[in-house]
């Protein structure tokens, strides 16, 4: 599942079931779909660990035991992201993350219709988009240097009456 943060902060404890290996979730899509998707094996875990027990409420709780919004899964990711090094943190987003997982899988060769299933995309054009933006430098220089041989090459002299 490549969740929006939207779907994560509608997400309760009650829209996870334990039943099935793996575990699953009931998701809230874009215009109010509700999906049934399988969570990695990793997940499940981690989540028994966090819910702690919990049946009910908001899946994910601040430490005061309030729900947590949109604009807080920002800043633990932007404060994640510093913990770990990167270069220009106040970038890293939940969406950023969602782009980065959909257009890893696409080429890792990933089939596009699986991916758009994935990423809960209506459209296989809205997932194919993400991979087009993320390569679009790599393909912007590639066609510079493809512009420079060519430049570079010797060219015929036309010849002139004489």
């Known amino acids: 599942m490549g969740p929006r943060v939207s779907e994560l902060v509608s997400a309760r404890v009650e829209h996870v079931s334990f039943a099935a290996t793996p575990c699953t979730m009931q998701v809230q899509r874009k215009r109010g779909a509700w999906a049934v998707v399988p969570l990695a094996s990793a997940t499940c875990d981690r989540l028994t660990t966090y819910l702690a027990g919990r049946t009910e409420g908001p899946l ?75 390569n679009a430098v790599e393909r912007d220089a590639a066609l510079a240097s493809r512009l420079a041989a060519m430049l570079d090459e010797p060219r015929p002299v036309c010849g002139g009456r004489g």
Do not use: M, N
């Not at 800043?75 to 782009?99: C, E, F, M, Y």
């Not at 959909?102 to 080429?107: Q, V």
């Open 60 to 134: 994910l709780l601040d430490a005061a035991g309030e729900a947590l919004d949109r604009f807080d899964v920002v800043r633990i990711t932007q404060r994640l992201a510093r913990r770990g090094g990167l270069r220009s943190p106040d970038k890293v987003t939940p969406h950023v993350l969602r782009a980065t997982a959909i257009t890893s899988l696409l080429d890792s060769g990933a089939p596009l219709a699986e991916v758009q299933r994935w990423a809960g995309h209506a459209r296989p054009e809205t997932t194919q988009a993400y991979w087009e933006r993320s």
